[in-house]
């Protein structure tokens, strides 16, 4: 499976932005699909996560304010990320993987990482 992450850049406080992650290789539908992101000196975390049916998991801090959704028909996820503040600023990662988890060791497959959405 190859991940290909698109849509970082420079956006003010409160700003939205959308990341997208298309894959390819593999039946998408099947996978679970994550984001997790890595800022500066610090350990890679998890974000989101939907499963190939569609439920979708949150870390507690961006809940209200991000969603992860996926297209089948399209081989591609999204983070649609609202609010933002500072503290989102990081690279951000999409994985797929067989397994349903909030662990970045479980997934199977990751992209390349998109520019972080950073305050301008």
């Known amino acids: 499976v190859q991940l290909q992450a698109s849509g970082g850049g420079l956006v003010q406080p409160g700003d939205s932005l959308t990341l997208s992650c298309a894959a390819s290789g593999r039946t998408f539908s099947s996978l679970h699909m994550g984001w997790f992101r890595q800022a500066p000196r610090q350990e890679r975390e998890f974000v989101a996560v939907?499963?190939?049916?569609?439920?979708?998991d949150y870390k507690k801090s961006v809940k209200d304010r991000f969603t992860i959704s996926r297209d089948n028909a399209k081989n591609t996820v999204y983070l649609q990320m609202n609010s933002l503040k500072s503290e989102d600023t990081a690279v951000y990662y999409c994985a797929a993987g067989s397994r349903w988890s909030r662990v970045p060791s479980i997934y199977d497959y990751w992209g390349q990482g998109t520019q972080s959405p950073s305050p301008s």
């Open positions: 939907i499963a190939s049916n569609g439920v979708a």
